[in-house]
């Protein structure tokens, strides 16, 4: 079953986080900078990290399949004032565009795709030597308002399963499941980097329960359902601090498509 993030596009605008300014600082540091460079931004979403992307001079053009975060997506860049980002409607196994481009990203995304079809047709629209980025953020569970936050979400009938196809098989590697890497190479994508980051966000009990109304879990469920389990959880924080710090980690893979 697919996941329709359209349904949550309000909470998905307002209450999904940016990653820290770190992960760029590393990717320069490793030789990818963005500056004067276009690109593609699969699975945009409401276009953080399409707009992070033209914050450091990329010229972007985001590819999303939902209408609703489309929406969202040219309202914020709008609202940011940001004139180097595009936006198209389309899956990313399927989109066509004109040209050529000297990277691809796809931010907290590829487990939704058809993988071996959107290798294909990256491959159609990146230059050779081009980069392809996958990147993906988890929070951890370790702390004990995440800890509380699933226990409401499974005593209200939420099958905590690992979203898309992180869920195929068990083996990760620097947080991916391990056969990602196999498909990469088979398709013509060498491996230059790979690594692990942990990190905090700071969030309000309000900002705490938007995000979570917004993530995989809840998105398919009916709206009265995503609202009871926010509003028990914005109840049972009430003993936390007002502003809690919950540890986060992100996976990030660097591959370059060979000749």
């Avoid at 998105?219 to 509003?231: C, D, F, I, T, Y």
Wanted: hydrophobic share 40%.
């Amino acid at each position: 079953m697919t996941t329709d993030f359209g349904k949550v596009s309000g909470d998905y605008a307002k209450y999904r986080d940016a990653l820290p300014d770190l992960l760029f600082r590393q990717l320069k540091a490793r030789g990818t900078d963005f500056e004067g460079r276009k690109g593609l931004d699969l699975g945009a979403g409401t276009g953080i990290f399409s707009r992070a992307l033209a914050e450091r001079g990329a010229e972007v053009t985001g590819i999303e399949p939902s209408a609703e975060l489309i929406e969202a997506a040219v309202a914020q860049t709008r609202q940011a004032g940001l004139e180097r980002i595009s936006y198209v409607q389309a899956a990313a196994e399927e989109f066509r565009l004109p040209g050529t481009y000297s990277f691809v990203t796809a931010v907290r995304a590829w487990h939704w795709f058809d993988r071996d079809r959107t290798l294909e047709n990256i491959r159609r629209h990146l230059i050779p030597g081009g980069s392809l980025i996958v990147i993906n953020s988890v929070f951890e569970t370790t702390s004990a308002a995440v800890q509380l936050t699933l226990r409401i979400l499974k005593e209200n009938g939420i099958v905590l399963k690992p979203a898309g196809s992180n869920a195929e098989v068990r083996e990760r590697r620097n947080g991916f499941p391990v056969n990602w890497f196999e498909e990469w190479e088979r398709h013509g994508f060498r491996l230059r980097h790979e690594w692990e980051q942990a990190y905090t966000l700071a969030y309000t009990h309000e900002d705490w329960c938007g995000k979570i109304r917004s993530v995989s879990w809840l998105a398919n469920e009916s709206k009265e359902l995503r609202m009871k389990v926010s509003g028990e959880l914005l109840r049972n924080l009430s003993d936390f601090e007002a502003v809690m710090t919950i540890p986060h980690k992100y996976s990030v893979a660097v591959l370059t498509l060979e000749n």
